[in-house]
C-alpha cells in the first residue's frame, strides 16, 4: 500500500514515521506527479496559509481536489482539516474556525472516544488547533470538545484538529490505512 503524506510544510515526518511503522510504503508528495499511484493521502498539521500557498505555488489544488473526489482515501490533521474544508480545497462541508481553542501558549490535551477506535480513548493533543464550526447534513461528527466538532468524516474523507502523530496514537492512522486498503481492493 502507497501512502502520500502532502510534504509541503508541516509535521510530515512524524505522520511518514507513524505510517512506516505501521507498514505503508509512504511518499512524500511536493508536486502533482507525486499524486499519482497513491492508494491514500495525509494532510499534516501545519500553518494553513503557508501551506496553501506552497499548494498554489505547486499546482497542486486541482490533483488534490480530484484525488480527493475519486474516492481516495484522504486524512488531514489539524491544519490539514482546515486545508479539507469549504474555504480551501473544497473537498469537505465542513468551515473551519482557525485557532479555535486559542493561542498556542493555550494547547492542550484530552482524551476522546472516536467511533471505530477500540479499547482506551484517542490521546489528542491540540496546538492552535481548528475546530468545524459548520458541518454539511453529510458530514458525521465523530468527537467534540465542549460541543465543538474536531473530528469528523465525509465518505472518503476524515479530518481531525489535533496532532495524533505527537501523542504516539497510531490508531486513527491504522483506521485509515483500513479505508486506503479497502479502496486499493476495490480498484483492482
Known amino acids: 500500500m502507497l501512502i502520500g503524506v502532502l510534504a509541503l510544510q508541516g509535521d510530515f515526518a512524524a505522520h511518514a514515521k507513524v505510517l512506516r511503522g505501521l507498514g505503508a510504503d509512504v511518499r512524500e508528495v511536493r508536486v502533482p506527479a507525486g499524486l499519482d499511484g497513491l492508494d491514500g493521502l495525509i494532510i499534516p498539521g501545519g500553518e494553513s496559509t503557508t501551506m496553501t500557498l506552497g499548494i ?109 502523530e505527537l501523542a504516539g496514537e497510531m490508531r486513527l492512522h491504522e483506521l485509515f490505512l483500513t479505508k486506503a486498503l479497502a479502496r486499493a481492493s476495490e480498484c483492482e
Open 56 to 164: 498554489e505555488r505547486e499546482g497542486l489544488a486541482e490533483p488534490l481536489r480530484e484525488l480527493g473526489r475519486s474516492g481516495t482515501p484522504v486524512f488531514g490533521t489539524c491544519a490539514g482539516m482546515i486545508m479539507l474544508d469549504r474555504n480551501h480545497l473544497g473537498l469537505m462541508d465542513i468551515e473551519c474556525r482557525r485557532n479555535a481553542f486559542g493561542r498556542q501558549i493555550r494547547s492542550f490535551e484530552a482524551d476522546l472516544t472516536i467511533p471505530g477506535i477500540e479499547g482506551r480513548p484517542v490521546r489528542a493533543v491540540f496546538i492552535r488547533a481548528p475546530w468545524a464550526e459548520v458541518c454539511g447534513e453529510d458530514v458525521e461528527v465523530l468527537a467534540a470538545v465542549d460541543g465543538h466538532p474536531v473530528a469528523v468524516r465525509q465518505g472518503n474523507l476524515l479530518a481531525i484538529s489535533f496532532h495524533p
